[in-house]
């Protein structure tokens, strides 16, 4: 079965996933995930991983890597009552726990980015269990600004806060890559 792109998915070329909470307004738009400000953040965090781990982040370019979302549906707030994520109802659902199985089962590094996303992979990790699974917060903007940066932090030095945090994602997600696939 050949997987196809659309506002919750994208094949791309390399086994490392990105899984993100749901596609909302831009994505439905552009048919792609992650398209608005999370996008930007991806293609700066894959600037900084593949400079850094070129052996698992084979490139820079956010559309070289399988990205799905922890629901397919695209949610956003006018379109959804004020609604932007997914119920734990509609994550945990059968159906949608196999669509993320199967759109994930030929990925060696999967990185589950925000609290949804790693809900879904609790409910799906026996079934993908010889991947590397690495943990960390989305990469939404808000995500982001929850992330604390230490005042006099050396990172900050010639950089913006918002880089910084992407300094510290990063970073969590390096600190993961060598704990052993379970």
């Not at 996303?117 to 010889?130: M, N, T």
Request: with cysteine; hydrophobic share 35%; aromatic share 6%.
């Amino acid at each position: 079965m050949s997987l196809k792109a659309a506002p919750h998915f994208w094949p791309g070329k390399l086994r490392t996933a990105f899984v993100f909470s749901v596609p909302g307004r831009h994505e439905k738009t552009c048919s792609q995930p992650v398209a608005g400000a999370t996008g930007r953040n991806l293609d700066d965090a894959l600037t900084i991983l593949h400079r850094r781990r070129p052996d698992l982040f084979g490139s820079s370019k956010r559309y070289d890597y399988r990205i799905t979302n922890a629901y397919d549906k695209p949610i956003w707030p006018k379109q959804n009552n004020g609604r932007s994520e997914a119920t734990v109802g509609e994550i945990e659902g059968r159906s949608n726990r196999d669509r993320v199985v199967r759109e994930l089962k030929d990925c060696n590094l999967i990185v589950w980015c925000g609290k949804k996303a790693q809900h879904v992979e609790r409910l799906v990790a026996d079934r993908l269990a010889s991947k590397i699974h690495i943990e960390v917060p989305h990469l939404s903007p808000m995500a982001l600004w929850s992330l604390k940066v230490p005042r006099g932090s050396p990172s900050l030095d010639g950089t913006t806060v918002s880089e910084a945090r992407i300094e510290l994602w990063v970073t969590q997600v390096l600190e993961q890559c060598d704990c052993p696939a379970r």
